[in-house]
């Protein structure tokens, strides 16, 4: 299944290494500057498309390239540095490639509306005036993929010359019109193994008698991660024996129907579930232990819980072992089992966005296209960012098997080439080594 | 601080790879044979101890390595295999060695007192007679060690020839006389890199508003994996802002000052608290929320919950947002982060055991003794098991800060050397690949 076919390809090659730079003979006397920001939940390699954006900024002749320290938000309060005094070297940019977490800091900030409230607006545009900005790097979701679309508009709307790009960004994969979303390969390689080690861990213990392990996965409308876990299924290892995606209604008498049936043929069960399973009346799962309290800024409910619920519901209705395994923050920044082929693309479209501004877009939003699934082939491509912000891409019901207890070859087929390869972690006495910013 | 002298020094070099072999010239018609088991709570480096038990009998002439599945339990239904069916080179060697949890599988089983129940030791030894065992292996916790204790006593009271030994194995680190347990400088590697990536996590969501992550880790009683968390201080990392370990009585007015306090100096805090954490009382905080209800076979109470209750008092209390992480099972088998020196000294364990039981000893552990911290340099020694089975050894209460919520710069330099160096998984298809057993 392809996304979508893109409107232009964008001539980037994977990895970044050789994008054919040229700079741009201008003859404009104000200076050429570029600003980036990063917004929205972490990855292990959102710092992979920032390196993407320095460099190929560099290589295209921008003057001086500013970070804005914790997105839109920052840059409200004027808060923002220039990244020539925080990346020195060639090994400083593979090293924040290696980096997990925004190394701006991130925010959740929702711009208003225009007609909300202009002056925002002109604070902001005063601001990029103020730094001669020819170009506006934004790396995140769907959220912050609002911020480009809102920006752009007013920049048109107001004859401001500044060109706004998005570079897409999330574990999610729910991101619309792209292929996949870079940060998507790494955080499903980390759950993928970490799952195969969990269903070792509670294989090897098991004898003559049963134990249930229920993993929780983060994905709160999209199963996309929770999916990932059947990529455990090896030769060596069984893989997860049930899968519940958020796209499914949870039926908890079928559940556990099914995992009684599955008892009586194996004595180590592990299941995964998503975070945002939720039963017919429409309530989350999480909610039935008395969790789902906390609304953040977006008000998207804090999902936490379901696991432990499930785990200690089979505990009371079949009496044996159970236990729950949240996999928690460590799926968007366990950077030391990134993909490679996550953390080359989050790098191209870094590149990707830099060379389209140059070159006169505007609110578009880079997107990867899978150009062939096998051998693997990958560009970046370029959308239209009205039609992207605020459309959930889901995992198609096709994808699912019938009874929706778990995913189909063809999801595998998809996900299987993001997880590939790795770039080794530059360990410094025993630990990976990060690049952190200075704010001095 | 060194634990203990070591009885004797077995010479085997670390890394086993030039164990000096001596085929011994026997004249006895007997086939010698060999049976090794693994017990108790899973490693991410049992494994290595098993395969530095296989080659280190293959080169001293044993005739058949056996393994027992899953323990003394599985080998009483005469449960067991010949380990050169399952081990066919040395690339399965050196994927063992990468291999988490119990290849053989684990067992969590107490042999009854012999008085008790003297008709179990004649199986045991029947089994034994039968399959021309002359060296018993047993690699486990205390738990283990008292296993082998009570089979050396029962073969000297009644004359059986055979030898008893033990590797020791535990995450924990908490068996007594030797320097460390092999298992734990794995997990603590693994936890101290989690750590630094949920810091980094953490920080980068931060802006004009305050945020606690408590993470949750193992160790009912001991504290030297809490501890290890303090590893993440590095040159680019502040490391975790609290760790309370079981040793030290938790005091939750205490806790909520000091929290209080660090949030006047930080934005985002992370605290270290262990599973096993006690209230003046005697109650462990997990089950002030209900949590501690299940006991494991050997009278264990399962601890789960701790950081939770603790992020849902902190948000009740202070009001910002908080987030519990349970590094959970991961922390005993994500080999894919193991330390090299503990999967050498795994192996090196495993190694001298059946060096030693080849040459007469019997009741004994292995042990390791640190012969220098700067270079570091180890080396395996022999202890009597009866000095070592049941005794728990805790932190010291001078590796603990004044007011018990930190770690003291001995306790760093005590666990730094056993985090150091990788084996590189061996990566097929993008996941970590293990050796799995064969029961065909």
Redesign the interface.
């Known amino acids: 299944m392809r996304w979508q076919q893109v409107e232009n390809y964008i001539k980037i090659s994977l990895g970044g290494n050789n994008i054919m730079a040229k700079k741009r003979n201008t003859t404009k006397s104000k200076k050429r500057n570029i600003i980036v920001g990063?917004s929205g939940?972490?990855t292990s390699v959102i710092n992979s498309s920032l390196a993407g954006v320095y460099k190929t900024a560099r290589e295209r002749g921008f003057h001086t390239v500013y970070g804005m320290?914790?997105g839109v938000?920052?840059l409200l309060d004027e808060r923002y540095v220039d990244l020539s005094t925080q990346i020195h070297s060639d090994m400083d940019i593979e090293l924040l490639k290696r980096?997990?977490?925004?190394?701006l800091?991130?925010?959740?900030y929702k711009l208003p509306e225009i007609h909300e409230d202009p002056e925002i607006y002109e604070r902001i545009f005063n601001i990029l005036d103020k730094l001669d900005i020819e170009a506006f790097i934004y790396i995140g979701g769907n959220d912050s993929m609002d911020t480009i679309k809102k920006l752009s508009d007013y920049a048109i709307l107001k004859g401001h010359t500044q060109k706004f790009l998005g570079v897409p960004k999330t574990i999610d994969n729910d991101l619309a019109l792209t292929d996949h979303t870079p940060g998507f390969g790494s955080a499903a390689?980390y759950i993928?193994?970490?799952t195969?080690?969990?269903i070792?861990?509670?294989?090897?213990?098991?004898?003559?008698k049963k134990n249930i392990?229920i993993l929780e996965i983060m994905g709160r409308n999209a199963g996309w991660l929770t999916g990932a876990t059947a990529?455990?299924k090896?030769e060596?290892?069984d893989g997860p024996d049930l899968i519940y995606l958020p796209e499914i209604t949870f039926d908890i008498d079928q559940f556990l129907k099914k995992v009684n049936e599955l008892l009586k043929k194996k004595d180590s069960i592990v299941i995964a579930v998503s975070e945002g399973i939720k039963l017919a009346d429409g309530r989350y799962v999480c909610e039935l232990s008395g969790g789902g309290d906390?609304v953040d800024a977006f008000g998207h409910k804090q999902l936490?819980g379901t696991a432990a619920y499930l785990a200690s519901f089979l505990?009371a209705e079949i009496g044996c072992?159970t236990?729950?395994?949240?996999f928690?923050?460590?799926q968007?920044?366990?950077?030391?089992?990134a993909?490679r082929v996550d953390i080359d693309e989050a790098f191209m479209v870094g590149g990707a966005a830099v060379k389209a501004a140059d070159e006169g877009d505007t609110g578009k939003m880079v997107v990867i296209d899978r150009v062939s699934n096998d051998p693997y082939i990958s560009a970046a491509g370029i959308y239209d960012v009205h039609r992207i912000a605020n459309n959930e891409k889901l995992v198609p019901r096709e994808w699912v098997n019938k009874d929706g207890t778990y995913i189909t070859d063809e999801f595998i087929n998809y996900i299987?080439p993001l997880?590939?390869?790795?770039y080794?972690p530059f360990?410094?006495?025993?630990?990976?080594?990060?690049?952190?910013i200075n704010k001095k």
Do not use: W
């Open positions: 990063q939940g972490p320290l914790h938000q920052g980096t997990p977490s925004a190394f800091g991130s925010c959740r390689k993928a193994a970490s195969k080690e969990v070792r861990d509670a294989l090897g213990l098991t004898y003559n392990s990529l455990a090896t060596e290892c906390y936490q505990g072992k236990r729950s395994i949240e928690s923050t460590l968007r920044s366990a950077s030391h089992m993909s299987e997880i590939q390869g790795d080794q360990m410094v006495n025993g630990l990976p080594q990060h690049l952190v």
